[in-house]
C-alpha cells in the first residue's frame, strides 16, 4: 500500500516537472501572441499571467509603440518558486538568460559590458496592481566597471554615481532587507558634514563617495559585498520580487482587497532608458488632445538632457512638445506617429510618458486622459467621425452629472477652493437646482423683482420657503436660497422649471425677515449684500463669485451627441411646462411632448387671481359662471400658445389640482388687517375683509395634502375643471384651423379609485365633442387620462386603465403618499438624518424607491397594460430628471419620462444609457 503510494507520488512529481520544464516562464513584451495564445484567447487570463504592468507594457508593444526593450517572468514563475520551497522552478532561469540576449539585440548594449553596458529595472507587477508591495530596484548592472563605462558614454559622472548610489541603496533596503535608516542617516549625515542642505548641491566626487558608503552599510549588516555580477544582482531582485508575495506587507493588503493569494506576482525586467545623456536626449509628458477643450491637438511639454523627475519638479522651464519639431524634427515626427497610434489602439485620448535617448524616443507609459465635461464631449464626437469608435461608445462615455456640469453656470473648483481657505463658506443645504449665481440678497418677492427688473441688479432671493405667489419674484431673481424644505419642496420645483439655480434647507441660517438679514457661521449678511449660491453641490459663500456660463446652442458636439441618444434610447423625454415660453425652450432642448402642464400657475398671475377668487367665494351659480366665462378665454389662449409651441407633439394638460385655500389671500395677515381696522375704528372694507377670512376659515383643512384637491376638487365643483376642458379643446380648434397639428391630453390628478374617473371623466369628454361640433372640426388626436399619485390607484390600476387611456406617475404624490413623509417637511425634518445613518439609501423624493414606489409602478404598468394593451405611460414628478429614476422607467416599460426643460438634455443621454445598458426591448418581453 505504502510503495503504491509512494510510486503514485513519484509518477505525480515527475509528470510536473516535465510540465515544469517544458514551461515557458518568460514572456519577452513582443511575444504577447504567445501568452494569448496560452491563455485561450482570454485577455484577462493573460493579466493574470503576466500582471497588469507587464500585459500592458506587452499590448503597447504589439500596438507598435517603441517600448523599452524587456521581459515579464510570470505569476506561475512566483507560485512555483513559492512551492518549490524559495527555488526557481527549472527551466525558468535559463530562459531569463534567453530573454536577456533578445533585450541585448533590440538595444545594442551588452549586460555588464562596460564598453556599452545594459541597465534594467525590476518591477513587480500583480494581476491587480498592489501599490507599496514592493519597490522598484533600478538601474540593475551598474558595477564599478560598467560605472566608469557610463562615464565615459555620458561624460557626466555626476548622473552616474548618483544611479550608482541608487541602486546599491534601493538593492540593500529592498532586495536585501536592510532598513532605510542607515543608508538616509549616513546621507545626512554627509551633507551636514559639507555644509548641504539640497541633494541637488551634491557633486559627482560626493556621489562616489556615497557609493563607498552605501557599500559599506552592506557589508556590515550582511557581512557581504554588493554584489557586482549584473546576472546576481538580477537573480537576487527576481527572489525578492518573488518573495515580497508573501510578505507581511502584502499578505495584509491582499486580506483587505480580498485579492486571493495564488494570484502570485509577475516580475518585469525592463531596460533602463535615460534623458539626460546629451542635447540628443530629453524627456516630456503629454495629451493626445486638449484636457480642457477637447480639441484635437496635441497638448504637452518637454526638457532636453533631463530626467523625468526634472520635467514633474518644475525646477526648469520645460518647453512645448511642438518645439520638438525644431530641436528634434524626426523624432517629434515620430513621437506624432506613435501617439495617434495609441488612439487607435486604445480608442482613447491618451496621457503619455516618454524618454528620448541620443536620438531614440521611448514610450515609458500611456493611459487614459483625465479631462474636464467639454473635452469629454468633444473627443467623444470627434473619434465617432474619425470612425475610432461607434455612436453608441460616445453615448455611454459621456456622464450625466458631466453633461449637467456642462448645461448650467458654474464656479470653477478652484474659485470655490479659494473661497472656502479665504473663509468664505456661509451655509450648505439640499442641492435642489444646479448652476451657480451670484447676487445681492431681497428678502421678499416683490422686492426681489423690483430690484432686478428696475435696478437692473443681479439678485439672489432669500426666503425661509416659498409659495405660489413668489414666483414672479424667483424669475426675476439669478438664484433662490432657502432656509427650509427639501427637493421637492416649492421653492425646488419651481427652481428646477425655470433654470434657476437654488439651494433649499440650509437651515443653519437663522432669517430675521423683519430686520432684513440673515445669521449663519457667525456672519451676518444684510439685505443687499452679495452672496453665491452653488445648485450643484449646496454650497452658499459670502460675497461675489465669478461665474461661467454656458450656450447649448453653441455647443454642436454636444447636440449632435444627444441626437445619437435619441436613436439609442426607448424612452422618449417630454417635459413639464406650463408656458409657451418654456415649451419653446424645452422643445429646442430636445423635448418630444409636454408631460405635466400644471394649469393652477396660470391662475396665480395677477390679472387673474382675484377673477379666480371670486369664483371661489361665490354663492351664487351665476356670479360663479360670470367669474369661470372670465377666466375662459385666458385659458383658452394660455393652452393656444403651448399647443402653437409643440406643433406636432403632445401636450398633457392638468387639470386644477391644489387645495383652493393656496388661491386666497393669508389667513394670519388678513386677520391681522381685521383686527387693526376693528381696533382702528375703521369701517370701510371691514365688512368684505371680515366675510373673506370667515370663508378662508371655512375652508381651512389640518391635511390639506390629503384633503379637497386633485379629482376631488373637480366632483366636488365640476365647473372649474368644465371650463378648462372647454378652453383646452376651443384652443385645440382653433390651432388646428391653423394647420398646427395637436395633440391634447387631459390629465386628471389625483385619482385614488376609478369611480371618481367614471363619474368625471364622461362628463368632461362630452364637453370636448361638444367643443368640437361646435367648431366644425370632425379629426382631433385627444385623448383622456389620468396621474398615479395615490397607493390605491397604482394598486387598482386595472381598474383604471379601463377608463384612463394613459397614465403618468406623480411620483411626488405617489413618494410622500407610499411613505407617508409630508414632501414639504420631511427633508427639513428628519430626511437627512434618515440617509446619513442608511435607514434610506438615497433620498426618495429625488430618486424613486424601486422596493417600494418602484414596486408600485410595475404593478400599475403591468396590470394596466393587461387591460389596455397600448396604454401610455409616463412620469411628471421631479423624478423624472434623475438619471437613476430614468433608467428605473425605461426597465418598467415607460413610454417617456417628463421633467423640467433644463434638464430634458440630461434625461435623453440617461435615457440612451438606460437602453445601452439593459437594451431596447420591454422587461415583460425578454
Ligand atoms: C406629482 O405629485 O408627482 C406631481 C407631478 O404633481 P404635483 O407635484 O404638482 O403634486
Ligand atoms: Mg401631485
Redesign the pocket.
Known sequence: MFHLDYIAALSGWLIFKEQNVSKQWVYLFTEVAQAEAYKGGSWDAVRGLLGGKGAGLADMTRAGVPVPPGFTITTEACNAYVAGGDKFPEGMWDQVLAALKKVEEATGKKFGDPANPLLVSCRSGAKFSMPGMMDTVLNIGLNDETAAGMVKLTGNPRFVNDSYRRLVEMFGSVVLGIPDEPFEDALKEYKAHKGYKLDTEMTAEDWQAMVGTFKAIIKKHKGFVFPQEPLKQLSLATEAVFHSWMGKKAIDYRRAANIPDDLGTAVNIVTMVFGNMGNDSGTGVAFTRNPSTGEKKMMGEYLLNAQGEDVVAGIRNTDPVENMSQTMPDVYKQFMEITARLEKHYKEMQDVEFTIERGKLWMLQTRTAKRTAASEVKVAVDMVNEGLITKEEAVSRVKTEQLDALLHPYFDEATMKAAEKAGKLYAKGVNASPGAASGQIYFDADTAEKMAKEHKQSVIMVRPFTKPDDVHGMLAAKGVLTSEGGASSHAA?VARQFGVPCVVGASMMQIDLEKRLMTSNGITVKEGEWISIDGATGKVFVGELKTTNPNLEEMTDLLTLLNWADSIARLQVWANSDYPQDARRARKFGAKGIG?C?TEHMFFEPARLPIVQRMILAKDPAVQKAALDELLPFQRSDFAGLFNAMDGYPVIIRLI?PPMHEFMPDEEKLFEEVVTMRVQGETKGLAEKETLLAAIKAMHESNPMMGLRGVRLSIYMPELVEMQVRAIFEAACDETKKGIVVKPEVMIPLTGTVKELEWIQPRLVRIAKQVLEEKGVDKLNYKFGTMI?IPRAAVTAGEIAAVAEFFSF????LTQMTFGYSRDDAERNFLVKYVEEGILVKNPFQTIDRAGVGKLMQMAVNDGRAVRPNLEVGI??EHGGDPDSIEFCHLIGNNYVSCSPFRVPIARLAAAHAALKHGKGLVQDK
Open positions: 420645483v405635466l400644471r389640482d399619485e406623480g411620483t411626488n404624490d411628471c414628478g
